[in-house]
Each structure stands twice: as C-alpha cells, then as structure tokens.
T-cell receptor, first 115, second 111 residues
Framework: KAGVTQTPRYLIKTRGQQVTLSCSPI?????VSWYQQTPGQGLQFLFE???????NKGNFPGRFSGRQFSNSRSEMNVSTLELGDSALYLC??????????????FGPGTRLTVT | GENVEQHPSTLSVQEGDSAVIKCTYS??????FPWYKQELGKRPQLIID?????GEKKDQRIAVTLNKTAKHFSLHITETQPEDSAVYFC??????????FGAGTRLAVHP
C-alpha cells in the first residue's frame, strides 16, 4: 500500500495570506489527523477528521480549519497567516472503524514558511 | 489540562548500552501510548505502542512498560546501535486518534 502523502512539500507565504495543505491517507483509512511541529512547541494536535466529520479539535485559533472529502483526502487551511505559523505541518492516517484510538502513520509533512 | 512530560530531553549512550526514556501523562482516561522515532528531516515513525490493558510489550530490542496507577510509561532500547540515534517522542491518546506528545528525547548513540 502507498503511504500517506502530503502536498505541497514546501511553501513560502507572506503574512496575511492564506494557505491550503493537502493530505491523502493510506488507502482504506478513514481517519486523518493534523499536527503542527515547531522547535519551540513540539508536536501539537490540530484536529482529526473521520468520515468527513471533525471528531476532535486542538487548541488552535479559528484561523486553522480543515475538511475531509468522501475519498478520505483531507485539507487544512490557515487564513491570515502570521509569522508564528511557520512550522512543519504533518498529517497522520489511521485505520479502524468508529472509535479508536488506532495506530497513526505520518506523512512527510509540508514545511510552511511565513515571511 | 492534557499534558505529557518526557525525560530526559537528551540522552547520550555508547553503542551496545541500554537507553531508557520516561513519560508521565496527566489524563487518567488516556488508554493508548505510542512511541515515535523521528530522524532528521524525516517523518515521525511509529516504533511501538501499548494499550492500557497491557503492562509491557516487547519487539526485538525495544520494549515499552506502562504503570497506569502512577501514570508513567517508558521506552527501553537494548543493545543500542548508531542507527538508533534520533529524536524519540512519547504520546498519549486523549480520545480517538487525538495524540498529546511529549517534548521529545534526542538520543545519540556513539560507536
């Protein structure tokens, strides 16, 4: 099976702009979680989607949003970018039916730089 | 709130020695505890996990132990090799597929 893929791998944006990142989970997986990784804050949970529904949400401002499509692909959007949003954004794919938790497998990440 | 503390932040060992990384979680409802290894510039890789109904799990040179009463869990790597050098993260699951991560341990294995 192909692994988790994320596009784009690198992005440079300017403060105030918005950005959309994409994640394709492992075939057959219905859950996609998003995490932000920074040197200062480590790995922080953003949100999780299962069968197109947001099941869990972390402590991030409303500028961070996401969605999931019927084919389980997920996107996250960050509006009104701030310098502090510069980070590696990782998505993780998980199998299993409703409930959990289950093993999560990470994609390669999208490196976002805000200037 | 939800929190996972991880110690030590850095660990240096000689090849062949054992390495132990310890984590403490705050939410007693946590029921799943994975460990990830992240090499420089690469994605976190799941190396072992344990669920709350098990006290210990082993996979070759890697083992994880869980003490639910004390809310502690630990990663044990035996016979360390230079390729074990990486950052290791512990995590606890607070609800389905929501992981709270520790701050990470940078392990260096010297030949």
């Amino acid at each position: 099976k192909a692994g988790v893929t994320q596009t784009p791998r690198y992005l440079i944006k300017t403060r105030g702009q918005q950005v959309t990142l994409s994640c394709s989970p492992i075939s057959g997986h219905r859950s996609v979680s998003w995490y932000q990784q920074t040197p200062g804050q480590g790995l922080q949970f953003l949100f999780e989607y299962f069968s197109e529904t947001q099941r869990n949400k972390g402590n991030f401002p409303g500028r961070f949003s996401g969605r999931q499509f019927s084919n389980s692909r997920s996107e996250m959007n960050v509006s009104t970018l701030e310098l502090g949003d510069s980070a590696l954004y990782l998505c993780a794919s998980s199998g299993g039916l409703a409930g959990g938790p289950y093993e999560q497998y990470f994609g390669p990440g999208t490196r976002l730089t805000v200037t | 709130g939800e929190n996972v503390e991880q110690h030590p932040s850095t660990l240096s060992v000689q090849e062949g020695d054992s390495a132990v990384i310890k984590c403490t979680y705050s939410d007693s409802a946590s029921n799943y505890f994975p460990w990830y290894k992240q090499e420089l510039g690469k994605r976190p890789q799941l190396i072992i996990d344990i669920r709350s109904n098990v006290g210990e799990k082993k996979d070759q040179r890697i083992a994880v132990t869980l003490n639910k009463t004390a809310k502690h869990f630990s990663l044990h790597i035996t016979e360390t090799q230079p390729e074990d050098s990486a950052v290791y993260f512990c995590a606890a699951s607070i609800g389905a597929n929501k992981l709270i991560f520790g701050a990470g341990t940078r392990l260096a294995v010297h030949p």
